[in-house]
């Protein structure tokens, strides 16, 4: 990053006033009229509403429309354990995506802890102040236990974004680049670098999409996980390969896929020379990628590329999930986001990227065309009609599997 770069985020986020979020009035609060409205004596009506029956809360606050970002910043981004202070950019960062991409107000909240159970507890305790819960930046493998955990003592949905947002955009990143590569899902390859939150969800969610698990390779900082190690937790044994290779460079060799979701410059050029023909490699790394794309295109003609930065063609980052499966899902009060929305998701931003762009994305993503290709495997976030094809698919996909608490609206999202 140029200092000139360094320097222009920092003014971003300090001027014209710290931060990225702020609270809006959604009423007049303007006459004593207003205020006896709003406050003292008329809000005691909505009160005595919810006490007698517990849905009004949705009719008369705001919990159906916001989303909590809860962290303990162990993972923030690939920056690694920097604590739930620092990590409240980002936490911002994504309620500025909520609110800018599905209209969901959102609000971070950095969760200072000692136990697991003592942040599970904290979270349980406020959940039913939101319509969902969006977990980000928990470590693994704390994060898969938070997770379970959550998912069972809450009534509203808990989506932890590194792990299912990341999944959902990989695979349909995925899916289309092995169309182009003329490669199928079932045959290829595939190596993952790092075994963590995202890594394991993306693993498992493209085994749905048809990947076979004894063709995937898993690696953590001491290596390829295989089947006679002993140091390994619960999660990263269900990809424990029955191989002798023990190296990236081992298993890389003749891989048709490259994800990376550990840290910067992980892969060596001359690793990536090694892959088969017509690779595909996602450095999914922030802000780092595992390969900067200017050397990776270096070293191969034949590979496409994705990485999960906005500054660079094919933007492999859960930004273009969570926003809208959100949206979706507190639409039709969704009791959880299930596998079906989650494949839903996938082919409804899938299918997007195959049709043609709109001349204001086209120009928002500063190119001078953009069609579905090598360089255009995934939609820009700014794309519109993300919010309705991915909250509309998410949604009917919780009317059909019976998670959804009230019918999908009249006319929902149509367009
Ligand atoms: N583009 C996107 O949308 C997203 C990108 N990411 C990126 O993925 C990365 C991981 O995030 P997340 O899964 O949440 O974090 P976790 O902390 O859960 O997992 C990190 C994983 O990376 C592995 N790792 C770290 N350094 C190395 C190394 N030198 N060699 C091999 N493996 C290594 C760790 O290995 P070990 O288990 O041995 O500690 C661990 O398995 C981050 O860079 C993050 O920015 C994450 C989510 C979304
Ligand atoms: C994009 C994101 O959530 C991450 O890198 O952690
Ligand atoms: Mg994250």
Known sequence: MSE?????ALHYHAYPVPGKIAIALTKPADTVNDLALAYSPGVAEPVREIAQNADNVYKYTGKGNMVAVITNGTAILGLGNLGPLASKPVMEGKALLFKRFAGLDSIDIEVKHRTIDEFVDTVANIADTFGGINLEDIKAPDCFEIEKRLIERCNVPVFHDDQHGTAIVTAA??????ELQGKQIEESVIVCLGAGAAAVACMELLIKCGAQREKIYMLDRKGVIHTRRDDINEYKQLFANNTDKRTLEDVIEGADIFVGVSGPDLLPADALKLMADKPVVFACSNPDPEIKPALAHAVRDD???????????????NVICFPFIFRGALDVRASEINDEMKLAAVEAIRQLAKEPVPAEVVAAAGATSLAFGPEYILPKPMDPRLLPRVARAVAEAAVASGVAQIELPVGYMQG
Do not use: E, H, K, W
């Open 4 to 8: 000139d770069f360094r320097q222009q």
């Open 303 to 317: 590979l496409i590329m994705g990485t999960g930065r906005s500054d660079y063609p094919n933007q492999v980052n």
């Open 173 to 178: 990143g995925m899916l289309n680049a092995l």
